[in-house]
């Protein structure tokens, strides 16, 4: 923490979006196993990521997330039934390339959003391909998300080439979870299997970057506090900033709010300033 602040990588970054911030915490993750020693901070509306290695740029960054893999056959889980009544445990699940790091927070149900009738290690996958290395504004990069392993190729038994199947999000991104109620879109694009678009690198990030970066717990259920910090620190240290412990820092307060009348799916919502006691 003794060099200047220069910064190698920089992303622009909306603080008042929890998703963009909790992958902000997750790029600085993969950026320390990439590259020894990362360190980060935020500087106004950037997120700025600083080593000592030449190859540590924002390319390089976003194609390592592109590339991950995970441990286990790809195809054990393909029942891919998305209904609501199929429900089942979310079991942990371990990155294997290009570095190794177990993701389990979501054993945390009150910052879990999604349901057990989703399937989470694809939607994380789905995720990471769709994420464009070139793409210099990258949490703002939005898309429709497909599997990784869609079949586009004529069996010998149909005509017809068999459609990708399209990926919902986490809903971190609180630009899908402050719309996402029926009643205030005007119809269900779930009801209507509508093709939506979703933010990958925010998505794909948030998941890793939780494992390590969790929000304070208020006395409200599902009600989070998380703080941004103006210095640069390793990411060892950075869940205690995260935190609101370290340095100086603005807070932000979220709730993870129900987004279905069922109650089993949840999203990240806007976040709004709060003052520091």
């Given at each position: 923490?003794?060099?200047?602040?220069?910064?190698?990588?920089?992303?622009?970054?909306?603080?008042?979006?929890?998703?963009?911030?909790?992958?902000?915490?997750g790029?600085?993750?993969?950026?320390?196993?990439?590259?020894?020693?990362?360190?980060?901070?935020?500087?106004?509306?950037?997120?700025?990521?600083?080593?000592?290695?030449?190859?540590?740029?924002?390319?390089?960054?976003?194609?390592?997330?592109?590339?991950?893999?995970?441990?286990?056959?790809?195809?054990?889980?393909?029942?891919?039934?998305?209904?609501?009544?199929?429900?089942?445990?979310?079991p942990p699940?371990?990155?294997?390339?290009?570095?190794?790091?177990?993701?389990?927070?979501?054993?945390?149900?009150?910052?879990?959003?999604w349901?057990?009738?989703?399937?989470?290690?694809?939607?994380?996958?789905?995720?990471?391909?769709?994420?464009?290395?070139?793409?210099?504004?990258?949490?703002?990069?939005?898309?429709?998300?497909?599997?990784?392993?869609?079949?586009?190729?004529?069996?010998?038994?149909?005509?017809?080439?068999?459609?990708?199947?399209?990926?919902?999000?986490?809903?971190?991104?609180?630009?899908?979870?402050?719309?996402?109620?029926?009643?205030?879109?005007?119809?269900?694009?779930?009801?209507?299997k509508?093709?939506?678009?979703?933010?990958?690198?925010?998505?794909?990030m948030?998941?890793?970057?939780l494992?390590?970066?969790?929000?304070?717990?208020?006395?409200?259920?599902?009600?989070?506090?998380?703080?941004?910090?103006?210095?640069?620190?390793?990411?060892?240290?950075?869940?205690?900033?995260?935190?609101?412990?370290?340095?100086n820092?603005?807070?932000?307060?979220?709730?993870?709010?129900?987004?279905?009348?069922?109650?089993?799916?949840?999203?990240?919502?806007?976040?709004?300033?709060?003052?520091?006691?």
């Amino acid at each position: 923490m003794s060099r200047s602040p220069e910064s190698t990588i920089r992303v622009r970054v909306d603080p008042t979006n929890p998703g963009q911030f909790f992958a902000c915490c997750g790029l600085l993750e993969l950026a320390d196993r990439l590259w020894k020693g990362a360190e980060g901070w935020f500087e106004g509306g950037i997120f700025c990521i600083r080593t000592e290695e030449d190859t540590a740029l924002l390319p390089a960054l976003l194609a390592a997330a592109q590339a991950i893999c995970l441990a286990g056959d790809p195809d054990a889980d393909d029942d891919d039934d998305d209904s609501d009544e199929i429900e089942r445990e979310s079991p942990p699940f371990v990155i294997t390339s290009p570095v190794s790091l177990g993701l389990d927070w979501w054993q945390d149900k009150s910052l879990k959003t999604w349901a057990g009738s989703m399937n989470e290690r694809k939607i994380f996958l789905a995720m990471c391909n769709a994420i464009d290395p070139k793409y210099d504004n990258p949490l703002n990069q939005r898309t429709v998300v497909f599997d990784t392993n869609a079949r586009s190729s004529k069996t010998a038994h149909s005509k017809r080439c068999s459609k990708p199947k399209k990926r919902e999000p986490f809903y971190f991104d609180a630009r899908r979870g402050a719309s996402a109620w029926s009643i205030d879109v005007g119809f269900s694009t779930d009801s209507l299997k509508l093709t939506t678009v979703a933010y990958p690198v925010v998505e794909a990030m948030s998941l890793v970057g939780l494992q390590r970066c969790r929000p304070k717990p208020t006395d409200m259920p599902r009600v989070f506090d998380y703080f941004i910090w103006n210095m640069p620190l390793p990411v060892m240290v950075v869940p205690v900033a995260v935190s609101g412990l370290v340095g100086n820092i603005y807070g932000f307060r979220f709730m993870n709010a129900f987004r279905t009348s069922q109650k089993k799916h949840k999203a990240f919502n806007p976040a709004t300033p709060i003052q520091r006691r």
